[in-house]
């Protein structure tokens, strides 16, 4: 079992920024695709970004290229996501969530093995 713990939400307002982190509980999760996710209120849960294993693929949901970053260390245990130039409409819960293996844009759509708690971002504008 792997445990994600999310870290780094908070208030900031709009044109701020905020770095999120994901840190797992096991050293395995080192060999896992790692993403985020976000939903904000009466809406669906949405993709926002996913790294490979060893960092060297990354997809991002269009809405979000430019302005997000997804990085791991490995050495950490620890994937971020860097977020700038952040909206109102960017509110919302953000999640990590951990898979096995990488199918490029499909990194979206597809069920993943753990998921975090979720930290909390709100923009004011």
């Known amino acids: 079992q792997v445990q994600l713990v999310e870290s780094g939400g908070g208030l900031v307002q709009a044109g701020g920024a905020l770095r999120l982190s994901c840190a797992a509980s096991?050293?395995?999760?080192?060999?896992?695709?790692m993403a985020w996710f976000r939903q904000a209120p009466g809406k669906e849960r949405e993709f926002v970004a996913v790294i490979d294993w060893n960092g060297g693929r990354t997809y991002y949901a269009d809405s979000m290229k430019g302005r997000f970053t997804i990085s791991r260390d490995n050495a950490k245990d620890t994937v971020y996501l860097q977020m700038n130039n952040l909206k109102p409409e960017d509110t919302a819960v953000y999640y990590c969530?951990?898979?096995?293996?990488?199918?490029?844009?499909?990194?979206?759509?597809?069920?993943?093995?753990?998921w975090g708690q979720g930290t909390q971002v709100t923009v004011s504008s």
């Open positions: 096991r050293r395995t999760v080192n060999t896992y695709t």
């Open positions: 969530a951990a898979t096995q293996g990488w199918s490029g844009q499909r990194m979206a759509y597809i069920p993943y093995d753990y």
